[in-house]
């Protein structure tokens, strides 16, 4: 079956590390995207990605940073600068009209 | 504005209609999407209605769109235990797909 699978569904990170979010999906997307879910908000765009070897910042990049060097993969890093990290992680893809999205990762800081 | 809104919470009797709102703030966007998020999972496409059309109807899901006062509703028949949820209103701005907008989401919740 066709999907995104975003991995772990659980992450814990200590002050001051790095951590790296898994997205990949067997769907022929071009696009993908990753955002940022906070209790009673609606999601803020990190970053997105149109073709392979390409992305553009989000509304809220800062502390974030990804790559897509393969058209199936966008992996998120969720690096130390970033100061409030603990959130829910939505990974998407389109084909240019609606979004599919991936189960999530929840991350929190500990 | 430049936001999507919605009210927070929503709650309904089982087996009645529920009716979710939502005001969007682009006159210029074509897509409008509904979104259904379940506790701990990413969100699910429902349904989505062109800008051009005032009404989209699938199954229990009835879209109602007013362009004029830049207004989408999802209705929900017959509501079901099932349909417990947060429900995401969406507007794509223009023609590129990264510029969707979601609002902040109806907790639709369900009693007996």
């Known amino acids: 079956d066709g999907g995104i699978t975003q991995s772990p569904k659980y992450l814990f990170r200590k002050e001051g590390q790095n951590v790296t979010l898994s997205c990949e999906q067997n769907?022929?997307?071009?696009?993908m995207y990753w955002y940022r879910q906070d209790p009673g908000q609606g999601l803020r765009l990190i970053y997105y990605?149109?073709?392979?070897?390409?992305?553009q910042k989000g509304d809220i990049a800062e502390g974030y940073s990804v790559s897509r060097e393969k058209k199936e993969s966008f992996p998120l890093t969720v690096t130390s600068a970033q100061k409030n990290p603990t959130a829910f992680y939505l990974c998407?893809?389109?084909?240019?009209?609606?979004?599919?999205f991936g189960s999530g990762t929840r991350l929190t800081v500990v | 504005g430049e936001d999507v809104e919605q009210s927070l919470f929503l709650s309904v009797r089982e087996g009645d209609s529920s009716v979710i709102n939502c005001t969007y703030t682009d006159s210029s966007s074509t897509y409008l999407y509904w979104y259904k998020q379940e506790p701990g999972a990413g969100l699910q496409l429902l349904t989505y209605?062109?800008?051009?059309?005032d009404m989209k109807q699938d199954q229990r899901l009835t879209v109602l769109l007013n362009k004029k006062d830049k207004h989408l509703s999802l209705r929900i028949a017959d509501t079901q235990t099932g349909d417990s949820a947060i429900y995401f209103c969406?507007?794509?701005?223009?023609?590129?797909?990264?510029?969707?907008?979601f609002g902040s989401g109806t907790r639709l919740s369900i009693r007996p």
């Open positions: 209605i062109f800008s051009n059309m």
């Open positions: 998407a893809s389109t084909p240019g009209y609606g979004y599919t």
């Open positions: 990605s149109q073709i392979v070897n390409d992305f």
């Open positions: 969406a507007e794509r701005r223009g023609s590129s797909a990264s510029k969707i907008i």
């Open positions: 769907l022929n997307h071009d696009a």
